[in-house]
């Protein structure tokens, strides 16, 4: 049945694209618009009935967003009244996409530091060298405005996610190797994702040290843990089980007492820098009963971990959606540059990440995976770092072009490795 949805969603896909190139042939701007987005539309649901493109699917989606925002850009910004570019949603919804990755690490993944090392450390020193070197190169040849190219930025300094563990395999590379980068460079990037913002985007864009790490804590951390917390509780002794249940309850009390008003009172009665610590330890607490809701979740539903990345999908769909339609004005007067600049990010990542790799001395398949891990970085967490900036539709909008263009080029190269294997 699926299957058949999919074949017929392409199928009305393509002649809506007929009609749309026949509609702007036509100059008749009122049916290419709506045919064009039916076309995007249907395609994205139609890959999935080609075996070729069905790795693609996702990537169709991201693209679908892009043109759906760009030709009705206001049906992304409010519903009714409300704004969807609100913080406090864009923080929900990152915190959704980076529990959805989360579900898909492991506690055993940083055991990897042990057995390799000396990978982890070129990844890391890869990781935050290359990318936010070439992006504040490309901001510097293409003049972007400030606030894009701090996103440009942005994006280069961010860590990895979890879509260069699924390009090492897809590539036979070396997939634990991948698996604990990312977990380390995940780890790390609280403290190396603002210092690199402040050493190269601090004269384009304000740049709040502290408050970067603990928005990058919120975002990142919070959700993590809670999706660590879940994977220790499949093998914890009983022992193990009374200290979570313990932790559980002095968390629950601690959100009781902000939410009763201990909140507003220690607002005042504390220090600023003290308060935004009491403020983060309370989103930990409700890491801490989430990640225990959700491990009694899965007892009762256990395909729920398959299914979690789905929702890391959509959320990142969710993002490019609300940033193109914040920023389709800006998009229309730097797209195309903005593009290039993808590529050449996106390339440079490649190649310096192999290449830099194999001069340390890894072999061909952790190279591979080291140009995986450089070239694919986390744009669901530079967006929502956009978003908590107030500045999604500028600094924000770097990340929803960059986001297609490397599911599409890492889909290509882990394709190619795949029927290449190293000697």
Same mark, same amino acid.
């Given at each position: ?6 074949? @017929?969603? @392409? ?46 699917? =996702? ?17 992304? /910004? ?24 989360? +579900? ?32 504040? +190169?490309? +901001? ?19 860590? !990895?996610?979890?879509? !260069?563990?699924?390009?090492? =395999? @897809?590539?036979?590379?070396? /997939? ?55 994977? =220790? ?9 009374? $200290? ?6 002095? &968390? ?44 009694? /979740? ?13 929702? !890391? ?10 940033? +193109? ?36 001395? /890894?072999? $061909?398949? &952790? ?24 500045? @999604? ?22 394709? =190619? ?7």
């Amino acid at each position: 049945m699926l299957f058949r949805i999919r074949q @017929l969603s @392409l199928a009305l896909g393509g002649i809506a694209f007929v009609i749309a190139i026949g509609a702007v042939l036509a100059g008749a701007d009122g049916l290419a618009q709506p045919a064009g987005v039916a076309a995007a539309v249907g395609t994205a649901i139609g890959l999935g009935a080609l075996p070729g493109l069905r790795a693609y699917q =996702y990537t169709g989606w991201i693209i679908a967003a892009v043109i759906a925002a760009m030709v009705y850009p206001a049906a992304f /910004l409010t519903v009714g009244n409300f704004d969807m570019r609100s913080p406090w949603l864009i923080l929900l919804v990152v915190q959704l996409v980076m529990f959805g990755m989360g +579900t898909q690490m492991r506690l055993a993944d940083l055991r990897g530091v042990a057995t390799h090392p000396r990978g982890v450390l070129i990844g890391l020193l890869c990781q935050f060298s290359i990318m936010p070197v070439v992006g504040f +190169t490309l +901001t510097k040849i293409f003049y972007f405005p400030m606030e894009i190219a701090a996103g440009i930025i942005l994006i280069g300094s961010c860590s !990895s996610g979890l879509a !260069s563990n699924v390009m090492a =395999y @897809l590539a036979r590379a070396n /997939l634990v190797l991948s698996v604990t980068v990312t977990a380390v460079a995940t780890l790390a990037a609280p403290v190396m994702t603002p210092f690199l913002m402040k050493v190269f985007a601090g004269t384009l864009i304000e740049i709040a040290f502290i408050g970067m790490m603990v928005q990058i804590a919120k975002i990142v951390l919070v959700p993590i843990g809670a999706a660590m917390l879940h994977d =220790y509780l499949k093998r914890a002794s009983d022992a193990g089980w009374r $200290r979570v249940f313990i932790v559980a309850g002095v &968390s629950a009390a601690w959100l009781l007492f902000l939410v009763l008003g201990g909140a507003a009172w220690l607002q005042g009665a504390v220090p600023e820098s003290l308060y935004t610590s009491l403020e983060l330890l309370g989103f930990f607490a409700g890491a801490v009963l989430a990640g225990l809701g959700y491990h009694f /979740l899965t007892v009762r539903l256990p395909k729920l971990d398959s299914v979690m990345p789905y929702f !890391s999908m959509a959320g990142i769909v969710y993002f490019t959606l609300v940033t +193109t339609a914040a920023g389709r004005d800006h998009l229309l007067e730097v797209g195309f540059l903005l593009f290039l600049a993808a590529v050449l990010h996106n390339t440079s990542g490649y190649f310096f990440g192999y290449w830099l790799s194999r001069a340390f001395g /890894l072999d $061909r398949s &952790s190279a591979r995976t080291m140009a995986l891990e450089v070239g694919l970085q986390n744009g669901g967490m530079a967006s929502g770092l956009a978003g908590a900036m107030g500045k @999604l539709g500028t600094v924000g909008l770097a990340a929803a072009v960059f986001s297609p263009w490397m599911n599409i080029s890492g889909s290509i190269l882990a394709n =190619y490795w795949s029927k290449r294997p190293p000697k």
